[in-house]
């Protein structure tokens, strides 16, 4: 069983002074893994990371995760193999298939179907993998060195992919709402989660155990009144009774120690130790962060 890692995934900063202060303030509460989007409208990840790690001393940074269809592989080693010498080896890559179909009409990149997206995934991560291990194709004379790599997602072609590749296999624990183009989630049910992770440990087989299980949590609520809180959160997730979304693996709600303990418990029932939360909860999250740490 894995130690438990965290992870913040940062938005955009109005410039420097903003991101350094964020960055700082992240590996001060404690987390392991900074983490920036692909998105547009929010920074470009790489600069991102490259700034993140040049004011911090300790903690990873990665893409989560990148949209693979917006990179071509040869281009992408190179960022790759740079980002990781300029954040001294502190680099994570996050690769999946893009969700948000208004940005890939944005970017003039073909839709496609989801079959034809986990495909441009899956030739990513292959022609990724091999110049990563031959960097003097791209004439970089370096030796070789592979970042861990993290598949994001929540299919079956996807989560069997990241059986074969993965260092980190990045659990969605939310479906695309059908015809969303802006890349509405709707979050999925513990029997849901439970049912991917079976998907991904019949496709990895002995490879499972050696492969670190992440959960990107949608929501965060530390509370004294925990049912009040489920009761609130089921009206914005219809979907879902009250009692449903507060075991969602997505969402995380009650004091300090309740969250802990569901925690624990999540990791005993699914695997998952490397838990992400946005921005948004980072502050509150920390206690459970300095709770859990090295457990």
């Known amino acids: 069983m894995n130690v438990f890692r965290f992870g913040v995934n940062l938005n955009s900063a109005t410039g420097h002074r903003e991101w350094t202060e964020k960055c700082r303030a992240a590996e001060a509460l404690g987390y392991d893994v900074l983490t920036v989007p692909d998105h547009l409208g929010v920074q470009a990840p790489f600069p991102a990371l490259v700034a993140a790690a040049s004011v911090t001393e300790r ?6 995760v990148l949209n693979s269809a917006f990179w071509n592989p040869v281009l992408l080693a190179r960022e790759v193999m740079t980002t990781d010498r300029l954040t001294d080896r502190r680099l994570d890559v996050g690769l999946g298939t893009g969700y948000v179909r208004a ?3 944005k970017a003039g990149v073909d839709w496609g179907t989801a079959g034809s997206r986990v495909n441009r995934l899956e ?3 292959v022609e990724l ?12 004379t370096q030796p070789p060195f592979r970042p861990p790599m993290v ?16 260092d980190i296999v990045a659990f969605t624990g939310a479906a695309l709402k059908p015809g969303a183009r802006r890349g509405t989630l709707e979050l999925l049910d513990a029997a849901a989660v439970a049912e991917r992770v079976d998907c991904f440990e019949r496709a990895a087989g002995e490879r499972a155990a050696g492969v670190e299980r992440n959960i990107l949590v949608q929501a965060v609520v530390v509370t004294s009144r925990r049912r009040e809180a489920a009761e609130a959160l089921s009206r914005r997730t219809p979907h879902l009774t009250a009692e449903r979304a507060a075991d969602a693996p997505t969402v995380l709600i009650g004091s300090v120690k309740e969250i802990t303990s569901q925690l624990l418990e999540r990791r005993d029932r699914f695997g998952f130790s490397y838990i992400s939360v946005h921005e948004s909860a980072m502050r509150d999250f920390a206690p459970v962060v300095e709770e859990l740490a090295g457990r």
């Open 59 to 64: 903690i990873r940074v990665a893409p989560f």
């Open 103 to 105: 940005e890939f009409e």
């Open 123 to 125: 030739a990513t991560v």
């Open 129 to 140: 993998t091999r110049l990563l291990d031959n960097p003097r194709e791209l004439g970089d």
């Open 151 to 166: 598949i994001g997602g929540n299919g079956d072609r996807v989560l069997r992919l990241a059986a074969r590749h993965a």
